[in-house]
């Protein structure tokens, strides 16, 4: 099946410092999503991307969906305390088949 | 509205044991799906529901069956639990359509002795 190449695994980093973690296919995506799961809590998306080339804000988050399809990428910029959790890149072929396939995720912990 | 709801919180099992995960959305989601968390695995698929009366097979179904009760609910049961079986289980909810976001409760954490 389908595998997603999620890097880092884990980044520890200084309050304040920009962070940038990606995604890689071994096959195309129609859909790029990036969730965050908090400690003891279901992830939560962040941000979906629709199209090839695709760069997409939310607050302190960008994310862009890379023109070959097979890769994304997600920068958090001025980190802060509360950034801390596992970020999860999915994903979707789209159309009939709308399952997602997710990466094995980013741990990030940010020192205050 | 309480989104995707999921119980037991905690659950602790002996080998062998059996055991039902309930999981229930208020959104009017067509679709279901049940997935396990392991440590540096991400989240794999396990079954999910297309649409209310329909379930299928995800990456990793074996020991697992799976009930579409209706549309708001769908359970996990585990028939004779094994130590590999330990995990966090998530259950999501979307709409069936391309593009469209899954919703997830807040996990069950399984240990099986």
């Known amino acids: 099946g389908q595998q997603l190449n999620q890097s880092p695994q884990s980044m520890f980093i200084q309050e304040g410092e920009d962070v940038s973690m990606n995604c890689t296919s071994s096959s195309i995506f129609n859909t790029w999503l990036w969730y965050k799961q908090d400690p003891g809590e279901g992830p939560v998306l962040l941000i979906a991307l629709y199209k090839a080339g695709e760069l997409t804000s939310n607050g302190r988050l960008t994310a862009q969906f890379g023109i070959t399809r097979k890769d994304s990428f997600l920068n958090i910029s001025a980190s802060i305390p509360s950034d801390v959790g596992i970020y999860f890149c999915a994903g979707q072929l789209g159309g009939s088949n709308y399952k997602l396939t997710f990466g094995k995720g980013t741990l990030l912990t940010v020192n205050p | 509205n309480a989104g995707v709801t999921q119980t037991p919180k905690f659950q602790v099992l002996k080998t062998g044991q059996s055991m039902t995960l309930q999981c229930a959305q208020d959104m009017n989601h067509n679709s279901m799906y049940w997935y396990r968390q392991d440590p540096g695995m991400g989240l794999r698929l396990i079954y999910y529901?297309?649409?209310?009366?329909?379930?299928d097979k995800g990456e990793v179904p074996n020991g697992y069956n799976v009930s579409r009760l209706n549309k708001r609910e769908f359970s996990l049961r585990l028939e004779s639990a094994a130590p590999s079986q330990t995990s966090v289980y998530f259950c999501?909810?979307?709409?069936?359509?391309?593009?469209?976001?899954?919703?997830f409760g807040p996990g069950t954490r399984l240990t099986v002795l």
């Open positions: 999501a909810s979307s709409e069936p359509q391309g593009y469209s976001e899954q919703f």
């Open positions: 529901s297309a649409s209310e009366g329909t379930t």
